[in-house]
């Protein structure tokens, strides 16, 4: 069974039966593992989704369901990036230069708060849905589409736009990495808004390596 958060109205799909939406925090998931009989319990959200995650791991331990948290390793800067690394949003809008010109935010829609409180930068919001409160986001411009991004179209954005500076989550993975070759190839400063602590508890970096984990439960539990 998969489970969606519902955060986009977008989403992929995937095999087998789904759910979209919340549980009703711990308690409403630890329910829904034993109405489910659920013999194991994976978290692939998002490495953000630090509420999420602590839900998973109290309705776990409350009904002895064993879990297991996929995490894309974060990316790494390599030589000729200029990265500015942020603890959080609010920080992350508090180093945006002045003079930056267009700033690319790849944040999210939920995230964009923090920077419409800097009028006086303009900003391109690259977002999947568009925001609920369109009127408080009035230094921006909303660029809605969803990735993966190929690398010549991050490159003809970043040149036909004039991209002076970009801010993103450290996300990790593939499908988002293209922005970040094209602001080294640019030599434009990337702030990177550093990750929410990890979760405790079993952790894959890889969908092949939690399959190895599931195989291992299943015939652990015979």
């Given amino acids: 069974i998969t489970s969606f958060a519902g955060r986009t109205k977008t989403r992929r799909t995937a095999p087998g039966s789904f759910r979209v939406g919340g549980f009703g925090g711990?308690?409403?998931?630890?329910?829904?593992?034993?109405?489910?009989n659920i013999d194991a319990l994976i978290d692939a959200t998002h490495p953000f989704a630090d509420r999420i995650k602590a839900n998973a791991g109290l309705a776990a331990a409350r009904t002895h369901t064993p879990l297991l948290h996929i995490l894309r390793p974060a990316?790494?800067?390599v030589p000729g990036d200029d990265w500015r690394e942020a603890a959080d949003m609010e920080a992350a809008a508090r180093m945006v230069p002045e003079d930056a010109g267009l700033v690319l935010l790849t944040v999210g829609r939920t995230e964009l708060a923090?920077?419409?409180?800097?009028?006086a930068i303009r900003?391109?919001?690259?977002i999947i849905d568009p925001p609920e409160d369109?009127?408080?986001?009035?230094n921006m411009e909303l660029l809605l589409?969803?990735?993966?991004?190929?690398?010549?179209?991050?490159r003809a954005l970043f040149r036909e736009r004039q991209i002076g500076c970009l801010v993103s989550?450290?996300?990790?993975g593939e499908a988002a990495a293209a922005k970040l070759t094209a602001a080294r190839e640019l030599g434009l400063p990337v702030i990177m808004v550093a990750r929410p602590a990890p979760p405790p508890g079993a952790k894959v970096g890889s969908v092949a390596?939690?399959?190895v984990w599931l195989r291992e439960v299943r015939h652990g539990q015979g």
């Fill in 75 to 77: 990316w790494q800067p």
């Fill in 26 to 36: 711990p308690e409403g998931l630890a329910d829904y593992l034993a109405a489910k």
């Fill in 114 to 119: 923090p920077f419409a409180a800097r009028p």
């Fill in 209 to 211: 390596e939690a399959l």
């Fill in 134 to 138: 369109r009127a408080a986001l009035a």
């Fill in 169 to 172: 989550k450290n996300s990790g």
């Fill in 145 to 154: 589409d969803r990735g993966p991004f190929a690398l010549e179209d991050e």
């Fill in 123 to 126: 900003f391109l919001a690259r």
